[in-house]
């Protein structure tokens, strides 16, 4: 008996520890990336802003079925909805399977004459439970390199358009 209390009070010490080591982590997690394309802004809208043309950059997208319902795009267990678009932005919401929405933003910034950078970020707000504040420290890890990679795809693209 003084076995099982002695078990179930060390559960609650450590649960309880892990719950206040996960509060100071930030609710909000942000992941961004940029990159300096040579490029008109209306090419790079046409490739952030139209869901038909991120199969042309998009690597994940290559390989899976996307099917475009609306101004809503399926692809294997995620869906990305166009939210807002205007002449210099582009908001998406974007659900993966067992993770919390993120608010996904393009952005093509004017840094010079026909140079542009372009500015992707995550957004994602998650709930008190330790589980979602530690999984958001794999965020930067793994979002971050994905990103990087693709926006290079997205370089790549527009520069083979430009020549």
Sequence with gaps: MRLIKLLMLSLLVLGLLVTAISALFPSTVIVSRAIEVSAAPAQIEKYVSNLNEWELWMSDWKDNKTV????????????????????????????????????????????????????????????????????????????????????????????????
């Design 68 to 163: 475009l319902k609306d101004s809503t795009m399926y692809i294997g267990t995620q869906t990305i909805k166009l939210v807002t678009k205007n002449d210099s932005s582009v908001t998406y919401y974007w659900v993966a399977t067992g993770q919390r929405p993120y608010a996904v933003k393009f952005e093509w910034i004017p840094l010079q004459t026909g140079i542009y950078v372009i500015h992707w970020s995550f957004e994602q707000h998650v709930k008190w439970y330790p589980w979602e504040k530690f999984q958001t420290l794999l965020n930067e890890k793994v979002l971050g390199y994905k990103m990087e990679m693709e926006l290079a795809n997205l370089r790549d693209l527009l520069l083979k358009q430009n020549n």
